[in-house]
C-alpha cells in the first residue's frame, strides 16, 4: 500500500471472527514496495500479487505466499510486457487447474489501458494473454474494478472506469477539474463484465446503478 509519499512492503491478513469481530495478522514482508497491485487468495492456499507501482514506478513484479507455511514470498515470472496500475487480481478454474488472472489496468508511460488479462497458468508455470475484452463490439476497460470467482470457470468484474473518460484524464485532457466532477460525470459501469476461462470469452450482463463505482 501507500500512504501518498512512500510505497510499503508490508503484508496483513484479516482474519474475520465471531459477529463482527476481526483479528489483524502480520505476514512476511513483500521483496519490493508495492500499491496499486492486483491481488487474490487461491483455495489451494496461496495468495498472489502482481504489478501495481513500486515507489513510484510501474512493477511488472510478481510473487505468491503459501499461507498455511507464510516464511517468504515466492518469486513468480513477471508479467510479460509492460507493468499494469490499478489491474484487478482474481483467481479462478481453468482447462489446465489454478489460474491468477491480473485483468486490464493501465500504463503510466502509454497513458493506455490494457485490452486484455494476463493469467499466470499455475501448473504449466507462465503467463499467457486472454482474448482481448471486448463485449458487444466495444473496447472495455478493467481499472478500480473488483473481481471474483463464480462458479467452476467464470470471473465476475464489477465496477471500474470509462475506459475513454480515464485515457482522456491519463493524457492530461481534463486539466485539474477531472476529479471535481459529480458522480454520473464519469460514467463508471454498471454492467457485469464477464469472462469465462474455458471458453477465453468476454460478455455482459445487465447491472445497477449500485456497480457504478471505481477504487472499491
Known amino acids: 500500500g501507500t500512504n501518498g509519499k512512500e510505497d510499503f512492503r508490508s503484508a496483513y491478513l484479516i482474519r474475520h471472527k465471531h459477529g463482527d469481530a476481526a483479528e489483524i495478522c502480520s505476514l512476511p514482508d513483500l521483496p519490493v514496495a508495492l500499491s496499486n497491485a ?13 504489478g501495481g507501482q513500486s515507489q513510484g514506478k510501474t512493477s511488472n513484479r510478481a510473487f505468491r505466499l503459501r499461507v498455511a507455511a507464510p516464511k517468504t ?8 510486457g509492460k507493468g499494469r ?8 478454474n481453468g482447462a ?18 490494457f485490452q486484455n488479462a494476463l493469467i499466470f497458468d499455475k ?17 472495455i476497460a478493467v481499472v478500480g474494478a473488483s473481481a471474483v470467482s463464480s462458479g467452476s470457470m467464470f ?13 482522456a484524464a491519463l493524457q492530461g485532457k ?3 477539474d477531472y476529479l471535481q466532477h459529480n458522480d454520473d460525470w464519469y460514467k463508471f459501469r454498471r454492467s457485469l463484465l464477464i469472462y469465462n476461462t474455458i471458453t477465453d ?16
Open 96 to 113: 489446465t487447474g489454478t489460474l491468477f488472472l491480473v485483468i486490464g489496468g493501465y500504463s503510466d508511460e502509454t497513458k493506455k489501458t
Open 155 to 167: 470471473v465476475l468484474c464489477l465496477g471500474g472506469v470509462d475506459r475513454e473518460i480515464f485515457e
Open 174 to 176: 481534463w486539466g485539474k
Open 38 to 50: 492486483a491481488g487474490a487468495y487461491s483455495s489451494d492456499g496461496y495468495f498472489y500479487i502482481a
Open 123 to 139: 501448473r504449466q508455470g507462465k503467463w499467457h494473454l486472454s482474448s482481448p475484452i471486448v463485449a458487444d463490439g466495444k473496447p
Open 85 to 92: 496500475i490499478q489491474a484487478a487480481g482474481v483467481v479462478q
Open 201 to 216: 470469452t468476454w460478455f455482459t450482463e445487465d447491472g445497477s446503478h449500485r456497480l457504478a463505482r471505481a477504487g472499491a
Open 73 to 80: 514470498w515466492e518469486p513468480l515470472p513477471a508479467l510479460p
